[in-house]
């Protein structure tokens, strides 16, 4: 299957990153919607599940791509690992706080919500929680894998951590 994948991501890199991400966003509403709130097969909430979804691919994945090609410009010769601190400090605190705002605001205007109320009720929640999480993954994602492959990385952690955005987006 990774051979599958390799080869995928050497034809189409971009397209196969986002065609990833679409998908485990997805996989991640449904994890929260059937392990999370048990709601069973007659139950699920579809047009959630296709929110996540085309939330993945048509913002998230396309955005990461480029993100995470800007963060490998990042270089402090002979110090990896400044640049390795320097990295994880840009996705900490440039990009995350601006993708959870863009998360919440476009997933609160697709259900026909107010983004004020989603925003003061679970931003800084969440990103607290992506705090206890997310810097741990990146040291050891931008350490150790190679640059073609950190979105995968990300993709694969996130099945869990899009449950959880995924249940704090629709929590009352």
Known sequence: MFRWYQAKLN??????????????????????????????????????????????GCFFGPVAVQWYKLLGRISFPGHPNRELLARVAADQILFTPVNLLCFFTGMTLLEGGSPKEKLEKSYLTTLRNNWMLWPTVQLVNFKFVPLEHRLLVVNVISLGWNSYLSYANTRK
Do not use: K, Y
């Open 11 to 56: 034809q189409r890199p971009v397209l196969t990153q986002v065609i990833t991400t679409a998908f485990l966003f997805g996989a991640g509403d449904i994890t929260a919607q059937q392990a999370v709130d048990r709601r069973g097969a007659t139950n699920h909430d579809i047009p959630r599940t296709l929110r996540m979804t085309a939330w993945g």
